[in-house]
DNA sequence: TCATTACTCCTTTTT
DNA sequence: GGAGTAATGA
C-alpha cells in the first residue's frame, strides 16, 4: 500500500495522517506543512473506507481555507469529496445545524444572520427602552459584554448574577437578555447564536446529540489554538462517542485572544480528551535561515509556551532579515514601493509579495504610494465589497423580500431612495409598531387604512408596501437574478445612483453590477443571503499579479517570497490598547503575531520603524518596536534611514537600543542637535528645501509620482512622467537617487 | 423633509 | 484627519 497522498511525506507527518483513532493533537510549527497534513489525512481516512465524507466533520477558521482544503482533497479523492456536507468554518456549520433545528430554539429556518451595524442598531434601541445614558455606556460596550458570554457558551439565564467582575454588569445582563429577545423576534441571529445556539440545541436535546454524535465519525479541528469555549464545548460533545478527534494548532500562533479565543484549549487537550497522542511538526520547509532564526530569537520570549523548536529544512542561510529606520510614515511606503520597484524589475510575480500592517488604518500611506508609483496592488480583507454602502443597500431590499419583518432593512430602505418617507414618519410607523408589538411592515399594511399618518405620507407608504408585496409574489415565479433586477428597477434604486453626479456614483453602479453577476452562482435567494452574511469577503482574482496588503491577523496561514512588515513601533505593534488592557498576556499575544509575520516569508523579509507618525492627524513621534530588539543581531541586517533631511542617522539599533529608549531626547531634537533642523515645524518640511535639477535627474512629485526631467526653465520644470510630460514648479519636485 | 455645518471621539485585530 | 452626530437653517 502506497498511495500517492503518503509520498513525500516525513516520519512525523505520516504518524500523523496514519494515527486515525482516537484523540490526537498535531503541534504543527509555522511552514511544516499543515494543511499536507490536514489533506493527506482527510484523504485516507476516506480512501480506508473508515468513514464515507459525509461522516467527517472538518472545521477551519476561515472560508478561504475550507475552500483550499476542498479542492486539495478534491484532488486527491475525485467525485467523493462532493459527500463533504460538513467541511466549513464553524460558523457556517453552526449555521447549517441552526437552520435544520431552527424551531427548537425559537427561529425560523430561515432566520437572516444579523452584521455588525444591525447587532449595533438593535442593542441602541434597547439601551433607549430602558433609558440607559448612551453617552456613558456606548454600545459598543453592551456588544463586547454580550459577544464575550456568547463566546463562552453562556446564554443571559446562565450568566450568574454575582459574577460582577465589571461594571454595570447587571445592566449588561438586562440588556443581553433585551437584545435577544429582540433577535428573535426580528427571527435572527447574530455570529455568537450561530455558535450558542447549536451548543444549546445539543445540550438541551440529548436525542439530537445522539444522532449528530454517531452521524460525525471522525472530526478534524484546524487552528485549534484559535478555539473558544463554545467551539471547544461543540467539539466536547460531539466527539464523544467517537473520541476520533484530530486537532491541528500551535501555540506560537495564537492571535484570537480578544474574541474569545482560549489558548488553553490547546495547553490542556492532553488533559481534556484522555489518551491522546501528540505529535509535534518541527521541520519547517518554508523560509530561510535566518528567517527562521529571528522568528525562533523572537519568539523565545515568551513564557506560556507548549515548546516546540523550528528547524529549517533549507540549506540556504539567504539574506538577512533587513531592518530599517526612516523618518516618517511617508518615506516608509516610499521606501518600501522603491524595494517592490526593484522586485518588479527582477521580473518576480507579485502575488509572491505583501505587506503586512498590525491595524488597518496603517494601509492608507501604502495605498496613496502605490497609485502614485503605479504598483498594482490588492487589499485583502480591507474595506469589503459587502460592506459598501450601495451593496448594503442591494441586500437590505433582498433580505426584506425574503423576510418582509426584518425591521432594520426596512428602516434601511424605507427612504432610499427618497420617496418622502422621512423621520417624521418613521418615527410614527415605529410609535405603532411598538404599541401593537408587531412588526414595521405589518403596521404599515395597518396603518395605511387609518388616518394616524398624514395624506401624502400615507399614500406613499401604501405604495412602498405594495411595491414590497409585488416583489414577495413573484419570488418563487421568477428567478432571482431577474427578481433582484426588477426590484433595482421598480424600486428606483439604480436611477438614484445614475442620477447622482458625484465622481464615485459610476463605481457604486458597477459594484451592484457585479454583485448581479455573483448571484447567478447560488441557486436561490435564500442560498445568496447566506454565503453573504458568512462570507463577508468576495474573491479576488488571483491570476493578475499584484502585491497583496493586509492585516498581520489575515495574513495568518499564507505564505509569500517577499514580506514587509512596517510600523514596528511601541504603540503601533505592539498595540498600545493590547498592553493597556491584557498587560503581559496581550504584549505575548503581540509577540505571537509578530512571529505569525515573519514565518509568512519565505526568502526576503522586510522591517521598518518610522519615528514620526500621524496619529490622529497630528505628528506624534514613536520609538522603535521591542520586537526588533529582541531578534538575535546575527540575522538581521540594519539600514540607514530614508530621508533627504536625516541621511545616515542610524536610528534602531541594537546595542543603544535600551540606552536610546530611555533617552528622553525626541528624534526632532536629535536633528536638530545635529544640524539637519533648524527649528522647522515639521509641516514646513515637506517644501523646505530648495532643489537644483538637471535634464534625466530622477524627480519625484507628490501628486504625479516619480518621473525624469526633461529640460529646465528657471523654476518651471518639465518632467516625464509614467503618466506623461507634465510642467512643474521646481518647489513641488523632489530629488531622487539615478540608481 | 433635507442639506449644511460644527463638534465629538476616536482606532486593533475577524467569523 | 475622518466618520458619525447633533444642531441649525432653507
Known amino acids: 500500500m502506497n498511495p500517492n497522498y503518503f509520498s513525500d511525506l516525513n516520519v512525523q507527518q505520516k504518524d500523523a495522517v496514519m494515527h486515525t483513532e482516537g484523540p490526537l493533537l498535531i503541534l504543527a510549527g509555522a511552514g511544516t506543512g499543515k494543511t499536507r497534513v490536514l489533506t493527506s489525512r482527510l484523504a485516507h481516512i476516506i480512501d480506508q473506507k473508515k468513514a464515507f465524507p459525509s461522516n467527517i466533520l472538518a472545521v477551519t477558521f476561515t472560508n478561504k481555507a475550507a475552500k483550499e482544503m476542498q479542492v486539495r482533497i478534491g484532488n486527491i479523492i475525485g467525485s467523493a469529496i462532493e459527500g463533504m456536507n460538513w467541511l466549513g468554518t464553524f460558523h457556517s456549520i453552526g449555521a447549517k445545524l441552526l437552520r435544520m433545528h431552527a424551531e427548537e430554539v425559537d427561529l425560523k429556518s430561515d432566520f437572516t444572520i444579523l452584521d455588525t451595524d444591525d447587532q449595533l442598531k438593535v442593542i441602541k434601541e434597547v439601551i433607549k427602552s430602558i433609558n440607559i445614558d448612551e453617552k456613558r455606556f456606548p454600545p459598543r460596550y453592551f456588544l463586547?459584554?454580550?459577544?464575550?458570554?456568547?463566546?463562552?457558551?453562556?446564554?443571559?439565564?446562565?450568566?450568574?448574577?454575582?459574577?460582577?467582575?465589571?461594571?454595570?454588569?447587571?445592566?449588561?445582563?438586562?440588556?443581553y437578555d433585551k437584545y435577544q429577545n429582540r433577535l428573535s423576534r426580528l427571527n435572527s441571529a447574530d455570529f455568537g447564536d450561530l455558535l450558542l445556539l447549536p451548543l444549546e440545541l445539543l445540550q438541551k436535546n440529548e436525542s439530537l446529540l445522539n444522532k449528530y454524535q454517531r452521524i460525525f465519525s471522525y472530526i478534524l479541528v484546524d487552528e485549534y489554538q484559535d478555539t473558544n469555549s463554545v467551539q471547544y464545548l461543540l467539539l466536547k460533545l460531539l466527539s464523544q462517542r467517537s473520541l476520533n478527534i484530530a486537532c491541528v494548532g500551535d501555540d506560537d500562533q495564537s492571535i484570537y485572544g480578544w474574541r474569545g479565543a482560549d489558548v488553553n484549549n490547546i495547553l490542556n487537550f492532553e488533559r481534556d480528551f484522555r489518551g491522546a497522542k501528540i505529535i509535534r511538526l518541527e521541520k519547517n520547509y518554508r523560509s530561510t535561515k535566518n528567517i527562521l532564526g529571528a522568528a525562533r530569537s523572537l519568539i523565545s520570549n515568551n513564557k506560556d509556551r507548549l515548546g516546540k523548536e523550528l528547524s529549517s529544512y533549507k540549506e540556504d542561510d539567504g539574506d538577512k532579515v533587513k531592518i530599517n529606520s526612516v523618518w516618517s510614515a511617508d518615506d516608509e511606503a516610499r521606501l518600501v514601493s522603491d524595494e517592490i520597484d526593484k522586485i518588479i524589475s527582477k521580473k518576480e510575480n507579485l502575488n509572491n509579495t505583501a505587506v503586512l500592517v498590525r491595524a488597518s488604518f496603517q494601509m492608507r500611506e501604502f495605498e496613496d504610494r502605490f497609485i502614485i508609483n503605479s504598483i498594482p496592488y490588492r487589499v485583502v480583507g480591507g474595506p469589503r465589497f459587502y460592506e459598501r454602502q450601495e451593496i448594503r443597500d442591494v441586500?437590505?431590499?433582498?433580505?426584506?423580500?425574503?423576510?418582509?419583518?426584518?425591521?432594520?432593512?426596512?428602516?434601511?430602505?424605507?427612504?432610499?431612495?427618497?420617496?418622502?418617507?422621512?423621520?417624521?414618519?418613521?418615527?410614527?410607523?415605529?410609535?405603532?409598531?411598538?404599541?401593537?408589538?408587531?412588526?414595521?411592515?405589518?403596521?404599515?399594511?395597518?396603518?395605511?387604512?387609518?388616518?394616524?399618518?398624514?395624506?401624502?405620507?400615507?399614500?406613499?407608504?401604501?405604495?412602498?408596501?405594495?411595491?414590497?408585496?409585488?416583489?414577495?409574489?413573484?419570488?418563487?415565479?421568477?428567478?432571482?437574478?431577474?427578481?433582484?433586477?426588477?426590484?433595482?428597477?421598480?424600486?428606483?434604486?439604480?436611477?438614484?445612483?445614475?442620477n447622482e453626479k458625484t465622481p464615485n456614483s459610476e463605481?457604486?453602479?458597477?459594484?451592484?453590477?457585479?454583485?448581479?453577476?455573483?448571484?447567478?452562482?447560488?441557486?436561490?435567494?435564500s442560498e445568496f443571503l447566506d454565503h453573504v452574511s458568512l462570507v463577508m469577503d468576495v474573491e479576488n482574482d488571483e491570476n493578475s499579479s499584484k502585491v497583496s496588503l493586509m492585516t498581520?491577523?489575515?495574513?495568518?496561514?499564507?505564505?509569500?517570497?517577499?514580506?514587509?512588515?512596517?510600523?514596528?513601533?511601541?504603540?503601533?505593534?505592539?498595540?498600545?490598547?493590547?498592553?493597556?488592557?491584557?498587560?503581559?498576556?496581550?504584549?505575548?499575544?503581540?509577540?505571537?503575531?509578530?512571529?505569525?509575520?515573519?514565518?509568512?516569508?519565505?526568502?526576503?523579509?522586510?522591517?521598518?520603524?518610522?519615528?514620526?507618525?500621524?496619529v490622529y492627524g497630528n505628528w506624534t513621534q514613536s520609538i522603535p518596536s521591542r520586537f526588533l530588539s529582541e531578534i538575535a543581531p546575527e540575522f538581521i541586517e540594519q539600514e540607514m534611514i530614508y530621508s533627504d533631511y536625516t541621511q545616515g542617522y542610524p536610528s534602531f539599533s541594537h546595542t543603544n537600543y535600551n540606552q536610546k529608549n530611555n533617552n528622553s531626547q525626541t528624534a526632532l531634537e536629535r536633528l536638530q542637535a545635529i544640524g539637519y533642523l533648524d527649528n522647522l515645524e515639521y509641516d514646513d518640511l515637506s517644501f523646505s528645501q530648495e532643489i537644483n535639477v538637471k535634464p534625466n535627474q530622477r524627480v519625484f512629485h507628490t501628486k504625479f509620482g516619480y518621473g525624469t526631467v526633461i529640460d529646465c526653465d528657471n523654476d518651471r520644470i518639465e518632467v516625464e512622467f509614467k503618466t506623461g510630460k507634465k510642467i512643474v514648479l521646481a518647489s513641488y519636485l523632489e530629488l531622487v537617487n539615478n540608481d
Do not use: C
Open 144 to 175: 463586547s459584554q454580550i459577544e464575550n458570554w456568547k463566546n463562552k457558551g453562556l446564554p443571559p439565564e446562565k450568566v450568574a448574577k454575582n459574577e460582577l467582575d465589571m461594571i454595570g454588569h447587571e445592566k449588561s445582563i438586562d440588556v
Open 395 to 498: 441586500i437590505a431590499y433582498l433580505q426584506l423580500v425574503a423576510n418582509p419583518n426584518h425591521d432594520l432593512k426596512f428602516e434601511r430602505i424605507i427612504n432610499t431612495p427618497r420617496r418622502g418617507l422621512g423621520d417624521t414618519t418613521l418615527r410614527k410607523i415605529n410609535d405603532a409598531a411598538r404599541r401593537d408589538d408587531i412588526s414595521l411592515y405589518d403596521i404599515s399594511k395597518k396603518i395605511v387604512h387609518t388616518d394616524e399618518l398624514g395624506g401624502t405620507a400615507r399614500v406613499k407608504l401604501k405604495s412602498f408596501i405594495s411595491m414590497i408585496d409585488s416583489w414577495r409574489e413573484k419570488v418563487n415565479k421568477i428567478d432571482h437574478i431577474t427578481l433582484t433586477e426588477l426590484i433595482l428597477e421598480d424600486s428606483g434604486y439604480i436611477a438614484m445612483w445614475e
Open 552 to 614: 498581520l491577523h489575515s495574513a495568518k496561514g499564507l505564505e509569500f517570497d517577499y514580506v514587509f512588515i512596517p510600523g514596528m513601533e511601541e504603540g503601533v505593534f505592539p498595540n498600545q490598547r493590547s498592553l493597556d488592557e491584557k498587560g503581559n498576556s496581550g504584549l505575548e499575544e503581540e509577540r505571537r503575531l509578530a512571529h505569525v509575520g515573519i514565518t509568512r516569508a519565505k526568502k526576503y523579509l522586510f522591517l521598518s520603524h518610522a519615528q514620526n507618525r500621524r
Open 507 to 525: 463605481s457604486r453602479i458597477e459594484n451592484i453590477k457585479e454583485l448581479i453577476g455573483q448571484l447567478s452562482e447560488f441557486q436561490s435567494l
